[in-house]
């Protein structure tokens, strides 16, 4: 049976996430703005002889009903995707997090995603990277360890040391 692990924070990444969030507000805000303005001018030119004044208000009182609605779901719809960015950002935390384990000379284990998330293939592709780093570090734990109990301080020469550094 496959484990499922719950998220539990909504924002992972303020950038990514954040970013989302403010770019669909500036999107809703000028879509609210170009329906107003294209409904006030085309009631305008359908009516010249109101003012322009006039046809705002006209407007304001039979679109208020609209305009609540879609302020109710703003909030809606930026909770809605930032939740569903979390499914892209929440990986690449997760990835980065490990990365620098990695190369910090620590043991890492494998990298999972939850179900549902992107970057399946990515996951798999890093975790046989890992399983390479950490053949690569054996390696080289066994030269260095041979070349110790030979008594030699060095059986590889100047290439083992580099390697040495290298995987750390």
């Not at 170009?34 to 030119?45: E, P």
């Not at 002889?49 to 208000?57: A, E, F, K, S």
Request: glycine share 8%; proline share 4%; charged share 20%.
């Amino acid at each position: 049976m496959k484990q499922t692990y719950k998220r539990h924070r909504i924002l992972v990444d303020r950038e990514v996430q954040g970013g989302i969030a403010w770019r669909l507000t500036l999107h809703w805000v000028a879509t609210a703005i170009v329906a107003l303005s294209l409904t006030v001018l085309l009631q305008f030119f359908a009516d010249p002889t109101t003012t322009l004044l006039g046809h705002i208000t006209t407007r304001a009182d039979r679109w208020a009903p609209v305009m609540i609605a879609f302020a109710v779901t703003l909030p809606i719809a930026v909770l809605n995707l930032v939740r569903f960015a979390h499914k892209f950002a929440g990986p690449v935390v997760r990835l980065r997090r490990l990365m620098r384990e990695l190369a910090a000379g620590e043991e890492v284990g494998p990298l999972r995603f939850r179900d549902g998330d992107c970057w399946g293939e990515l996951a798999h592709d890093f975790n046989k990277l890992v399983a390479a780093v950490n053949e690569l570090r054996d390696r080289a734990e066994g030269a260095k360890s041979q070349a110790a109990n030979s008594g030699q301080s060095s059986l590889a020469g100047p290439g083992l040391e580099t390697t040495l550094r290298l995987v750390k």
